[in-house]
């Protein structure tokens, strides 16, 4: 409270007391008689509260006569001085680092300490010590929950954000990723474990006349119900890469955790033998799934336009939304197609590039190098984003061990492991580093994914 504010308060104080002894005296003269003892006893104790208050009124004004004689003063004639006489500003930086790189390093520092926050946090300071977003993550300990802090999770939206920038880095080497951004169709998305009604077959309307029976439409319907699904990855690294290496394995450790949960992404996301798994391996199918292959007819710029025609016969006949149709490839597939040139030597297909970011005739085309491929060709899908449905927690969990002992297998979740494959951290000085990601995906009705098999365009 200002001196000016603490005086108005007092002289309103004041006046109501002083009005409260006049009312005293007025009510014993109408009476016609002295004060009684209690009347006595109240005007007296109002008496001395107003001489009070008169006395630190005298005070508070001398006091702001005082810092009226201290204040500097203040230059306004023009923008100039107006500026040098504000108080100085505070500039703040901000790290202008790549995304996924302080992921990275609140998962080096918690490699470092062993799992231990405190040593982590300990690590983090000498380390990135500049990094504010980082030392406010690796804080020893956070106050307990309240209602009345309007702030208390504040420190934790940082590490919101630093899982969210990885995801963010994530995105664009995904297929699931791709989708949504730069003008190619989202695909539509749903929570977890919530019970959705699709269709099977679509109902139709028809005219009706004043009077007359209106038709009832038949439809399909089948409910899918999207579980909780996740996708883990453990990175086993020695202590000797962290202890001894240069500011780089801040970006090795980015990107062996980005790789592995794309490489299993973008395979599980297309690959037509993977079906939904159950228990141990709970997870999503494919997209091309138990879909019928279309055998690619053609290897010159006729027989790719034939193929893709073949492609689109089942979405036609099923009226699915083009807006939403994108291609998937492998990057073996989309570089024939840049090379396929005309009589005239143009490009067939102008608009397709290496990079993913292009599309044939308007359609969007994806790339991945995990798109399957074998001797007979590649595949090429048509998927229709806004029939498959997403649910993506949209984060990433770390998790640190130097203690445990790590079945060496790509199947360790159902394989029977031997002796060779049981490797202690703790004996070969070596840290295992987990990164889990909720996600899962599933076709809203069976016609929303088409794809060729055997595909060689460009081949002899």
Do not use: C
């Not at 997403?390 to 061990?401: E, M, P, R, T």
């Amino acid at each position: 409270m200002t001196i000016a504010e603490q005086i108005a308060a007092f002289e309103a104080s004041r006046q109501a007391k002083a009005a409260e002894l006049a009312g005293i005296m007025t009510k014993s003269a109408d009476e016609g008689r002295t004060l009684d003892a209690e009347e006595a006893e109240k005007y007296d104790t109002l008496k001395a509260e107003v001489e009070q208050i008169d006395k630190h009124l005298l005070r508070l004004r001398d006091q702001e006569k005082l810092n009226v004689q201290r204040a500097a003063p203040v230059a306004g004639g023009n923008s100039a001085d107006a500026a040098a006489s504000r108080a100085p500003a505070i500039i703040k930086t901000t790290r202008n680092d790549e995304p996924g790189i302080g992921f990275a390093r609140f998962a080096l520092a918690m490699y470092a300490g062993k799992g231990e926050v405190n040593a982590a946090k300990a690590f983090a300071e000498q380390k990135y010590g500049n990094d504010t977003r980082l030392q406010s993550i690796m804080k020893a300990a956070v106050a307990a929950g309240t209602t009345t802090s309007a702030t208390w999770a504040g420190n934790l939206v940082d590490y919101q954000n630093l899982s969210s920038e990885f995801v963010d880095f994530l995105r664009p080497r995904t297929i699931v990723g791709q989708f949504g951004v730069a003008g190619i169709p989202g695909l539509r998305k749903v929570p977890f474990n919530v019970r959705i009604p699709g269709k099977t077959n679509a109902g139709t309307a028809q005219w009706v006349g004043e009077g007359y029976r209106k038709p009832v439409t038949a439809a399909g319907y089948a409910a899918a119900t999207m579980k909780w699904a996740k996708i883990a990855a453990i990175s086993v690294v020695t202590e000797e890469l962290e202890r001894f290496s240069d500011p780089s394995v801040v970006q090795l450790t980015r990107d062996d955790l980005a790789d592995a949960v794309v490489e299993r992404m973008d395979v599980d996301f297309v690959d037509p033998a993977k079906a939904a798994g159950t228990g141990a391996g709970e997870s999503p199918a494919s997209i091309t799934n138990n879909v019928t292959p279309i055998p690619s007819s053609g290897t010159d710029a006729d027989g790719v336009r034939a193929d893709i025609a073949a492609l689109w016969a089942t979405a036609d006949a099923t009226n699915l939304p083009a807006n939403s149709a994108v291609y998937i490839t492998d990057a073996k597939t989309a570089r024939a197609l840049t090379l396929m040139r005309n009589p005239l030597g143009a490009r067939e297909f102008p608009n397709v590039r290496i990079n993913g970011s292009g599309d044939i005739d308007g359609v969007p085309l994806l790339i991945s190098n995990y798109v399957p491929s074998d001797t007979s060709g590649s595949l090429f899908i048509l998927a229709f984003a806004s029939e498959i449905y997403l649910a993506d927690d949209g984060q990433v969990n770390i998790d640190i061990s130097r203690e445990a002992t790590i079945f060496m297998d790509d199947a360790a979740a159902t394989a029977t492991p031997t002796a060779a494959q049981l490797v202690s951290m703790f004996q070969t000085n070596q840290l295992a580093v987990r990164a889990e990601r909720y996600v899962r995906w599933q076709k809203r009705r069976p016609q929303a994914v088409a794809f060729l098999n055997g595909v060689q365009w460009g081949g002899a």
